[in-house]
């Protein structure tokens, strides 16, 4: 029975419904370049101050917030507020002991202004995805954004074919031509993956088309980080979230990836593959690198995370803080693991991650409520495979969403054992 002033999981109307607000937030945070990049377009003639413009941008976004607060301010979780109030008192105290960590702390390209507490990613990802405790409302939504976004990114390499190369910002603040950009491919995945989910889940064509355009760009203009990526969620998908496609789906995407492995694995068709895209104009950095034989090559990550296991060893019991990677190497870790040992130190940061991982675990192996298991698959490929060889915890949003997906998923086993 349920305790009293206690509403079941998914009774009340307003569950089953939705709400207007939470649907608008949850689409708003996850389109938030597309609307950045309106604003740019249209006020950017009249500002040319990119802060006013990303402010702006940001008041659109929590907009719905707001009027959540005061229409149903139960939305906002509590628990949410306490992870983002955690992160800043992480930071507060690692500038404490840490004063000279601030010139990191206020880099203009990766600063906390910048990349931990722009509102927008990384830890506030976490309350976004807490607004809502319906799965496939979420899901719903998210159909919404992976149309949306992909339409947004499918026409963005028009220019780069034109131009023939990405302007890519580095982290001085200077724009260098590029012949592929990871921002791109990473932009396009999202869209991609939830494209290729609905396309096998709903029995459409078209989304799986969308999927795979979305993938050819991808491998065109994007890193190789985000086709593992794919590859992963497929993996991950077959194996533990649809039991139906142990059957003959199974076998015919076993036979079709032993297949892209052999044209990948074949030098002589990826040589001619090559030359036919380079007399159209079109440049591949991974194509580059697998004819090259370069296709695993670390770029430069071994160098810095060799530096990393150094400062492992030789650190204290509670790390050197939030950012010091940053500040000692002058690079982030590019990988979760030595990110963590670095900012908690070896052990705390073991504890952390065995917790990490048995929850993941019991996720993907024991969720019984599929919606969210799917969700789970999601953006666990996502964060997982960004963060094992890139990116940084502190600021990558399907972190944060695959942390939140499973608080929601055992908070609906609590409401049902009360």
Same mark, same amino acid.
Not at 400 to 405: D, K
């Given at each position: 029975m349920?305790k009293v002033?206690?509403l079941p999981?998914n ?6 419904r939705?709400?207007?607000m ?10 938030f370049p597309?609307l950045k990049?309106?604003?740019e377009?249209?006020?950017?003639l009249?500002i040319?101050?990119?802060?006013i413009?990303?402010g702006i941008?940001?008041l659109?976004l ?5 009027t959540?607060l $005061?229409k149903?301010?139960r ?7 306490i992870? !983002?109030f955690l992160? /800043?008192? @992480? &930071? +507060?105290?690692?500038y404490l002991?840490?004063p000279?960590y601030s ?6 390209i990766?600063?906390l202004?910048t990349?931990?507490f722009n509102f927008?990613?990384?830890?506030f990802a976490?309350f ?17 954004v ?5 339409f947004?990114n499918?026409?963005r390499p ?5 131009n ?10 200077t ?8 921002g791109f491919?990473y932009s396009?995945l999202?869209?991609s993956?939830l494209l290729?989910? $609905? ?5 459409k064509l ?5 999927? !795979?355009?979305g993938v /050819?760009? @991808? &491998? +065109?203009w994007g890193s190789r980080?985000a ?14 979230a649809d039991?139906?496609?142990?059957g003959?789906?199974?076998i015919?995407?076993?036979i ?10 074949n030098?002589?068709i ?7 895209l380079n007399?159209?104009g079109?440049e591949?950095r991974?194509l580059?690198?697998?004819v090259s034989?370069?296709a695993t090559?670390?770029s430069?990550?071994?160098t810095?995370?060799?530096k990393?296991k150094?400062m492992?060893e030789?650190g204290?019991?509670?790390g050197?803080?939030?950012y010091?990677?940053?500040y000692?190497i002058?690079k982030y870790?590019?990988n979760i693991?030595?990110?963590m040992?670095?900012t908690f130190?070896k052990y705390?940061a073991?504890?952390i991650l ?6 993941s675990?019991?996720?993907?192996i024991r969720?019984?409520?599929r919606?969210w298991?799917?969700?789970f698959?999601i953006f666990?490929?996502?964060a997982?495979?960004r963060?094992?060889?890139?990116t940084s ?6 972190f ?6 499973v608080v929601?998923?055992h908070?609906l ?5 009360d």
């Open positions: 349920n002033g206690k999981y009774s009340s109307l307003l569950y089953q939705g709400n207007k939470r649907d608008l937030a949850i689409i708003l945070f996850f389109c597309l990049a309106i604003l377009r249209s006020i950017g009249l040319s101050n990119g802060t413009i990303t941008a940001i659109i929590y907009t719905p917030i707001l959540l $005061f149903n301010p939305s906002i979780k509590v628990d949410a507020i992870v !983002i992160v /800043i008192f @992480i &930071f +507060l105290f690692s002991y840490h000279e010139s990191w702390y206020n880099d203009p990766w600063g202004k990349r931990v927008s990613s990384g830890v976490y976004f995805i807490r607004l809502e405790e319906n799965p496939k409302i979420i899901l719903r939504n998210l159909k919404i992976a149309i949306v976004m992909f947004y499918v026409f028009i220019e780069v074919i034109k023939g190369y990405w302007l890519v910002q580095l982290g001085n603040e724009n260098v031509q590029s012949v592929y950009s990871m491919g396009m999202l869209p993956l290729i989910y $609905f396309g096998i889940k709903e029995k078209l989304f799986i088309l969308m999927s !795979i355009v /050819i760009e @991808i &491998f +065109l980080g086709l593992l990526t794919y590859a992963c969620f497929i993996a991950l998908y077959i194996l533990f039991k139906k496609l142990f003959t789906k199974k015919i995407f076993i079709l990836s032993i297949l892209l492995f052999f044209v990948i694995s030098g002589a990826m040589s001619s593959l090559l030359d036919k007399e159209h079109i591949s991974t580059n690198m697998i034989g370069e090559s670390d430069g990550r071994d810095i995370q060799e990393a150094y492992i030789n204290g019991f509670f050197y803080g939030a010091a990677d940053r000692y002058g870790s590019h693991v030595l990110e040992m670095i130190g705390p073991i504890f065995i917790v990490l991982t048995f929850y675990i019991k996720m993907i969720c019984k409520n919606e298991l799917e969700l698959i666990f490929s996502y997982c495979t963060l094992w060889n890139s915890f502190w600021y990558e949003s399907t944060w969403i695959a942390i939140g997906i929601s998923y908070k086993l609590k409401y049902r054992k």
